[in-house]
């Protein structure tokens, strides 16, 4: 019986992955005069790498990527603010399945991008907590995120179940011992989902896998 949700972020509840992505393009041009083609991208995430790998490549320094970095962190949150992030029927889902269950969100996101994502949607209100990348030693694929939302919650691995939509929440999700739903997401829908236990298109199918 589930009576725990804990929810990743970024392509889970919010449509910010094309925004980094296009964050990451600009940067790497205008730093480095560097593209960084859609598949490329893919391969990148799926793998755990690094899009800063192609200017280390090219012999920048440390330092001019660190410059580069910080200015991508800078774009992403200018769209953040000025683009449509909320994913259509998310709120209505949360609703309801907030009557039955206690939800939280296990992301990797910064705590200052995350509440910039957050700060009108209304999504945080069904949740009990959120946990970001200052909250936690060891980031996603450790099971350590996952693990301290299961603390938070007093729950055993049997009565939570994690939303994902990449490998490397799924690995972190899977080596804590909790069961693991795939949400379909075009910028990870070629990684590898061999561990997942459901795949979904939307979080509406939630409802129907829960009951």
Request: hydrophobic share 40%.
């Amino acid at each position: 019986m589930k009576k725990y949700i804990l929810f990743d972020n970024d392509g889970v509840l919010v449509h910010t992955e094309p925004l980094y992505f296009k964050a990451n393009i600009k940067a790497l041009q205008e730093y480095f005069n560097l593209s960084l083609e859609f598949e490329e991208y893919m391969k990148i995430m799926s793998e755990g790498t690094t899009v800063w790998q192609k200017a280390l490549d090219k012999g920048f320094t440390q330092n001019e990527i660190e410059i580069a970095r910080n200015k991508r962190n800078e774009y992403y949150q200018e769209f953040l603010k000025t683009e449509n992030i909320l994913i259509q029927g998310v709120k209505e889902v949360l609703k309801e399945l907030s009557k039955e269950y206690k939800m939280g969100i296990v992301t990797t996101s910064r705590r200052v991008d995350f509440e910039i994502i957050h700060k009108d949607l209304g999504i945080v209100d069904f949740m009990d907590f959120v946990l970001c990348e200052e909250d936690y030693e060891f980031a996603k694929p450790h099971p350590q995120p996952y693990l301290k939302g299961l603390e938070i919650f007093g729950a055993n691995k049997d009565e939570a179940i994690v939303i994902e939509d990449s490998t490397r929440g799924l690995t972190a999700a899977y080596k804590a011992g909790i069961e693991c739903v795939i949400v379909k997401n075009e910028f990870t829908i070629t990684q590898d989902f061999s561990k997942a236990s459901y795949f979904i298109d939307t979080l509406k199918e939630l409802e129907t896998i829960l009951s």
